[in-house]
């Protein structure tokens, strides 16, 4: 087959990153397409993926995020029109999962969120839909989702390129060039997604809880801000000890090296999960069940409360206790495939 995978936000690139050399073992052809939406087309470039970029970002309103669909929709399908795809495969790319739609090509999305309003419209259109085995069935079907398109795997999407994954040594000396040292208890924090569709509410835990741990002899905060926006509010902020990089880094070495991962959003708790790295959610909005499937299984933890900030201590973690969930990539490719 000839095959289309739109790249529509950072967590999608070490995904299929991992998936694409699957497909191309078994004779089928790639191309890629890409958002220009926060290290989308930087990391995709440092990982050889070669992708087509077609728009961009929306910005926070609905309008603009609806405007901002129908136009890359639109430059998708005038771009895929004449390229013979036989197959469209995504993490919930809205605009191309329309695209295809309008072109007749079948299209194959994945997600694992079952709160995005937008999967009213994703799970719709979508040939086949691919999700957890943990994601809730009420769900589903309340996004349109027939039985007929639904498959389930187990694991976490963060599986699929973690299972295997080595430490680099020389790593380190990354995080020497940022002046941390290897002693020092290194917090790898992510804010919240306060533009996305839905996260449609204030979370003052998380700048609260990066406070707290700024303030710690010894420890370094490396900050991934999700905007250029965001960027600027943090450095307005002068918050001791906190560094955002201007280069996009390596997630997986980056995670395996913290002592603690901090987010308000879902994927990089998953991946310190699937790495045995301790991991704490602030997220404030309505939880995914495959997060709360991680906090059963002990490798998640919630922070709901300015009290629980207070009384937060920080050391430097023990070895690590990955989960090596080597079956799910083989799992998912067979999913995606099996037309």
């Given at each position: 087959?000839?095959?289309?995978i739109?790249?529509?936000n950072?967590?999608h690139?070490?995904f299929?990153?991992?998936?694409i050399?699957?497909?191309?073992?078994?004779?089928?052809?790639?191309?890629i397409?890409a958002?220009?939406?926060?290290q989308?087309?930087?990391?995709a470039?440092?990982?050889?993926m070669?992708a087509?970029v077609?728009?961009?970002?929306g910005?926070?309103?609905?309008?603009?995020?609806?405007?901002?669909?129908?136009?890359?929709?639109a430059?998708?399908?005038?771009?895929?029109?004449?390229?013979?795809f036989?197959?469209?495969?995504s993490?919930?790319?809205?605009?191309?999962i329309?695209?295809?739609?309008?072109?007749?090509?079948?299209?194959?999305?994945?997600m694992?969120?079952?709160?995005?309003?937008a999967?009213h419209?994703?799970?719709?259109?979508a040939s086949?839909?691919?999700?957890?085995?943990?994601?809730?069935?009420a769900?589903?079907?309340?996004?349109?989702?027939?039985?007929?398109?639904?498959?389930?795997?187990?694991?976490?999407?963060e599986?699929v390129y973690?299972?295997?994954?080595?430490?680099?040594?020389?790593?380190?000396?990354?995080?020497?060039?940022?002046?941390?040292?290897s002693?020092?208890?290194?917090?790898?924090?992510r804010?919240?997604?306060?533009?996305?569709?839905y996260?449609?509410?204030e979370n003052?835990l998380?700048?609260?809880l990066i406070?707290?741990l700024?303030?710690?002899?010894?420890?370094k905060v490396?900050?991934?801000?999700?905007?250029?926006a965001q960027?600027?509010n943090?450095q307005?902020?002068?918050?001791?000890n906190?560094?955002?990089?201007?280069e996009?880094?390596?997630?997986?070495?980056?995670i395996?090296a913290?002592?603690?991962v901090?987010?308000?959003?879902?994927?990089?708790?998953?991946?310190?999960a699937a790495?045995?790295v301790?991991?704490?959610?602030?997220?404030?909005?309505r939880?995914?069940?495959?997060?709360?499937?991680l906090i059963?299984?002990g490798?998640?933890?919630?922070?709901?409360a300015?009290?629980?900030?207070?009384?937060l201590?920080?050391?430097?973690?023990s070895?690590?206790?990955?989960?090596r969930?080597?079956?799910v990539?083989?799992?998912i490719i067979?999913l995606?495939?099996?037309?």
């Amino acid at each position: 087959m000839h095959i289309w995978i739109d790249l529509a936000n950072s967590p999608h690139v070490p995904f299929f990153h991992a998936l694409i050399p699957e497909f191309t073992a078994r004779g089928h052809a790639v191309e890629i397409s890409a958002r220009d939406f926060a290290q989308t087309v930087e990391l995709a470039t440092k990982a050889g993926m070669m992708a087509h970029v077609i728009g961009g970002h929306g910005g926070g309103s609905i309008t603009g995020k609806a405007g901002n669909l129908l136009g890359r929709a639109a430059a998708l399908r005038k771009w895929a029109r004449d390229r013979g795809f036989d197959l469209a495969v995504s993490h919930n790319s809205y605009a191309q999962i329309a695209a295809a739609a309008a072109l007749g090509i079948k299209a194959v999305t994945l997600m694992d969120y079952e709160h995005q309003p937008a999967n009213h419209l994703a799970f719709r259109l979508a040939s086949k839909v691919i999700v957890p085995r943990a994601f809730p069935a009420a769900e589903l079907r309340k996004y349109g989702a027939s039985l007929r398109k639904v498959k389930r795997y187990e694991g976490t999407k963060e599986d699929v390129y973690l299972a295997g994954f080595v430490p680099d040594p020389a790593f380190g000396e990354t995080l020497r060039k940022l002046n941390i040292a290897s002693d020092d208890v290194l917090v790898v924090a992510r804010p919240p997604a306060r533009e996305a569709l839905y996260h449609r509410f204030e979370n003052e835990l998380f700048d609260e809880l990066i406070a707290r741990l700024s303030s710690f002899e010894g420890t370094k905060v490396i900050l991934i801000p999700r905007s250029d926006a965001q960027r600027a509010n943090y450095q307005a902020r002068n918050f001791a000890n906190v560094i955002m990089p201007r280069e996009a880094l390596d997630g997986a070495n980056l995670i395996a090296a913290a002592d603690l991962v901090v987010s308000a959003g879902g994927t990089m708790n998953r991946e310190a999960a699937a790495l045995g790295v301790p991991a704490i959610s602030v997220y404030a909005g309505r939880w995914a069940a495959i997060d709360e499937q991680l906090i059963g299984e002990g490798r998640l933890r919630r922070l709901n409360a300015r009290e629980e900030i207070e009384s937060l201590t920080v050391t430097k973690k023990s070895e690590l206790n990955p989960r090596r969930a080597s079956g799910v990539r083989d799992e998912i490719i067979k999913l995606i495939l099996d037309q």
